[in-house]
């Protein structure tokens, strides 16, 4: 049993917000009869209508896409871009859990299931997430110890994490750091990078918890399996 509100948003036809609304707006009918109750419970047997229509549970479904350069991060794009949507076929109402910038490659999960999506992206979860950055000049050691430390970020101290260098190319004055970070704040690699002057260059994401991009190429998704799915499950 769940949330009357919980339930219409997660059949996919509005947020919890909207659906909220709708029910005082008595447009909710549960097995024929108005509801206007927002904590009233119901389960997969009740027929739930909003405005007339009525309501399909979705079977949940979970991904892991290998995003490419130049693509999105969100369901649609007022300017026409290529969303990581587009990469999946199904019907069912996926969306992606946090977000990878446009220039960003690397896994994301893909998943209709607002409740997993929740537990992954809040705040207090410190699910690990592993990048590899390629950033502009040396990358010394004093940097990586202040980053792994925690700076100020939108005066917001950044949580423990990892930085180190892995190779440095004199040549072409580049360095290949692996990083390590569990908050998911927007752009806070290359923030974190650009705070003490790196410049970010390229920037993959290559680990989320326990899953990789093992036999994924650029653009290939994957479904989760049930042991997996269980797995995020737990990191709660
Ligand atoms: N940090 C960033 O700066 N960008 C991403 O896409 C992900 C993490």
Known sequence: ?????????????????KAEELIKLGKVKVNGEVVRELGTKVSGNDVVVVNGQVL?????????????????????????????????????????????????????????????????????????????AKVKVFFSK????????????????????FFKLKKYDKKTDISYVKVVITEGRN??????????????????RERYAFLDLSGLKSGEYRKLSLKEVKQLYSLK
């Open 1 to 17: 049993m769940e949330r009357l509100q919980k339930y219409i948003s997660e059949c996919g036809v509005t947020s919890r917000r």
């Open 56 to 132: 399909k549970s979705e079977l949940k479904e979970y991904y892991i896409l290998y995003k490419p350069r130049e693509v999105i991060s969100s369901v649609s794009d007022n300017k026409g871009r290529k969303t990581v949507i587009d990469f999946v076929k199904t019907d069912a109402r996926i969306y992606p859990v946090g977000r990878l910038d446009y220039d960003t490659t690397g896994i994301i999960i893909l998943t209709n299931d607002g409740e997993l999506s929740n537990i992954l992206t809040h705040p207090s979860r410190d699910v690990e997430k592993e990048y590899f």
């Open 142 to 161: 004093e940097d990586a110890a202040k980053l792994c430390k925690g700076i100020m970020l939108n005066g917001v101290k950044t949580k423990p994490a």
């Open 187 to 204: 752009h806070q690699v290359k923030d974190m990078f650009m705070s003490l002057g790196y410049d970010t260059l390229k920037l993959k």
